[in-house]
Nanobody, 118 residues
Framework: QVQLEESGGGLVQAGGSLRLSCATS????????MGWYRQAPGKQRELVAL???????NYADSTKGRFTISRENAKNTVYLQMNSLQPEDTAVYFC????????????WGQGTQVTVSS
């Protein structure tokens, strides 16, 4: 059973920063892709950032230039550094991990709340 545990959420003023962490119960390189998604009240879950096993990255247009996804292999942890936070970044942030072989599998963390006040 794969476990993803997020931490680092909280309340921050607009313009501030937070760093989210996602610790995995498995070797981080066993996943093809890891990433972060978010879901605001009344909205669908949306992509924030992805990090491939090959270190390729993909960001939502709304987070490019402000958010950075990275990993620390020795700790089997993925991070999301969030700078210049705005009230519209308020959401529950979820860690996601995927494997493609032998079958496609997807795992989610329970989420961590990020609230940005104006």
């Amino acid at each position: 059973q794969v476990q993803l545990e997020e931490s680092g959420g909280g309340l921050v003023q607009a313009g501030g920063s937070l760093r989210l962490s996602c610790a995995t119960s498995r070797n981080i390189f066993s996943f093809n892709v890891m990433g972060w998604y978010r879901q605001a009240p009344g909205k669908q879950r949306e992509l924030v950032a992805l990090l491939g096993r090959d270190s390729s990255t993909n960001y939502a247009d709304s987070t490019k230039g402000r958010f950075t996804i990275s990993r620390e292999n020795a700790k089997n942890t993925v991070y999301l550094q969030m700078n210049s936070l705005q009230p519209e970044d308020t959401a529950v942030y979820f860690c996601n991990a995927r494997t493609y072989l032998p079958v496609r599998s997807e795992y989610w963390g329970q989420g961590t709340q990020v609230t940005v006040s104006s």
